[in-house]
C-alpha cells in the first residue's frame, strides 16, 4: 500500500460526495515536516503502488492514486475541507475508485 491514513468520518463523507459527482477527490493535508516527508516517500512510488487506504474508524476503504499536488495555497482549497487544515499551503491526494476488490 503506498498511502495510508486515518480520517474522520465526516471528512470521509464529503469526499465520497466529491467522489459521486466528479469521479475523484482530494485528501488535503497541511504542509509540514511530517506531511511534506510522506509525500515525498509517496512521490517516489506511487508509480510502483498507486494505491491509498483510509481508514475511517477502523474500517479501510481502498482507492487509486491519480495524481500528486503539492504547494497549494488554503485559498484554492475548496471552503467545505478548509476547517479542516492550518496552513496557508497544502498538498492533495487526487484519488479515484479502485478497480479492484480488496
Not at 18 to 27: A, N, P, S, T, V
Not at 79 to 86: A, I, P, Q
Amino acid at each position: 500500500m503506498a498511502f495510508s491514513t486515518t480520517i474522520k468520518k465526516v471528512a470521509f463523507e464529503m469526499k465520497m460526495e466529491d467522489l459521486e459527482r466528479d469521479g475523484e477527490f482530494i485528501e488535503w493535508k497541511d504542509e509540514t515536516p511530517f506531511w511534506r516527508k510522506r509525500f515525498d516517500t509517496l512521490m517516489r512510488t506511487v508509480g510502483d503502488d498507486p494505491n491509498a487506504c483510509f481508514l475511517v474508524g477502523s474500517v479501510p476503504h481502498y482507492f487509486k492514486i491519480k495524481s500528486l499536488l503539492g504547494n497549494v495555497p488554503l485559498a484554492h482549497v475548496p471552503e467545505k475541507y478548509r476547517s479542516f487544515l492550518n496552513g496557508p499551503y497544502v498538498m492533495g491526494i487526487r484519488c479515484e475508485r479502485h478497480t479492484e476488490d480488496y
